[in-house]
C-alpha cells in the first residue's frame, strides 16, 4: 500500500515575513496531499499569537486525524509535535527528551492502521546542544529497540548518564522487521552520532534528493529535517519540497517521501504501552 509521509518544522504557523498564518500552512500541507504529516512546533510557545488551537484547526481544515505531544505546556493549547494522518490513529504517547537546562523536548509515537496495514510513526524535535541530542538519541533508541534488547534498555532508563549502549543491540535497528518511519527536525548539524547511528542502520530517505538541505527555508543551507525508515519499507520517492509559498509559510522546508508499506503478516512488536 503506498502512503506519503510529510515532516515539516512549521513554526508556529509563523512564516518568515512575521506573519501567524495558518491557513497558509494548510494551504501548503494541502498541496502536498500527505497521508501522514509530522509536524514540529505547533503552537504557541510565547503567547503573542490569536489562542487557537493550531493542532485541532490544521487536522479539521485538512479532513485529518491527529495527536499532539507537549513539549510546553502553554496555556490553553500547549506547543509541541503533531502528527496528523489520513488513517486511524489507534495509540500515541508522548516519550521526554528533554535535558536539564534546555528547552523542553519530546517524541510524538504514533500507531496508524488502515485495513492490513499498520504505521508505527516517531515524530521527533531534538535539541541545539551535541551533547543534549547525544543524551535525546539514547532516549530514542529506548524506545525503538525496546522488544528487541529489554535488559539494554532497562539499565539505559535507570542510568542514561552512565550506560553505553552495546553495538550489537544498536545493530537490531538495521533489521526491524516491522514498518517505521522517524522522522522530524533534528538539529543534527554538523552531523554527529545522532546521524550516524541512524543513517548506518535506518534508510535516510533525504540521502537521495540532489538537493537536501531544509533550513532556511528562503535559501537552504542546513540539512536539519529527516525522514528515516525501517528497511522493511520501500521508498518509492523522496523530495525536499519547495514553492514560493513553501519558502514564505515557514523557517523550514518540508520533506516528502512516497513509500510502499507491506501488508500486516504477523503481529508486530513495538506495542505502545
Not at 535539541?127 to 538519541?137: I, V
Request: some cysteine.
Amino acid at each position: 500500500m503506498r502512503a506519503r509521509v510529510v515532516t515539516w518544522n512549521v513554526h508556529g504557523c509563523v512564516g518568515t515575513d512575521g506573519r501567524f498564518a495558518p491557513e497558509r500552512i494548510v494551504e501548503a500541507l494541502a498541496e502536498l496531499a500527505p497521508d501522514v504529516a509530522l509536524l514540529q512546533e505547533v503552537g504557541d510557545n510565547r503567547g503573542i499569537h490569536p489562542p487557537i488551537d493550531q493542532a485541532v484547526f490544521l487536522a479539521t481544515a485538512l479532513n485529518l486525524q491527529c495527536c499532539v505531544g507537549i513539549t510546553m505546556p502553554k496555556e490553553p493549547y500547549g506547543y509541541g509535535n503533531c502528527t496528523l494522518s489520513r488513517w486511524s490513529i489507534t495509540d500515541s504517547h508522548t516519550v521526554d527528551l528533554s535535558y536539564i537546562g534546555r528547552e523542553p523536548r519530546a517524541c510524538l509515537r504514533a500507531v496508524i492502521e488502515h485495513d492490513e496495514m499498520r504505521l508505527t510513526t516517531l515524530n521527533v524535535h531534538l535539541g541545539l546542544g551535541a551533547s543534549e541530542r547525544r543524551y535525546q538519541l539514547g532516549r530514542m533508541l529506548e524506545e525503538l529497540l525496546a522488544d528487541y534488547a529489554p535488559e539494554q534498555v532497562r539499565r539505559h532508563r535507570r542510568f542514561p548518564w552512565l550506560w553505553r549502549w552495546r553495538k550489537v543491540d544498536v545493530d537490531r535497528l538495521a533489521t526491524l522487521p516491522e514498518p517505521l518511519v522517524l522522522a522530524g527536525d533534528f538539529n543534527d548539524f554538523p552531523p554527529g552520532p545522532v546521524t550516524r547511528t541512524l543513517a548506518n542502520r535506518l534508510t535516510d530517505c533525504g540521502a537521495r534528493c540532489a538537493s537536501r538541505r531544509t533550513f532556511p527555508s528562503r535559501r537552504p543551507l542546513l540539512r536539519l529535517d529527516r525522514i528515516y525508515t525501517s528497511r522493511a519499507l520501500q521508498m518509492i520517492d523522496v523530495r525536499v519540497a519547495r514553492s514560493p509559498l513553501l519558502r514564505v509559510a515557514s523557517d523550514h522546508l518540508p520533506i516528502v517521501v512516497d513509500l510502499e508499506v507491506p501488508a500486516l503478516a504477523l503481529p508486530l512488536g513495538l506495542e505502545v504501552a
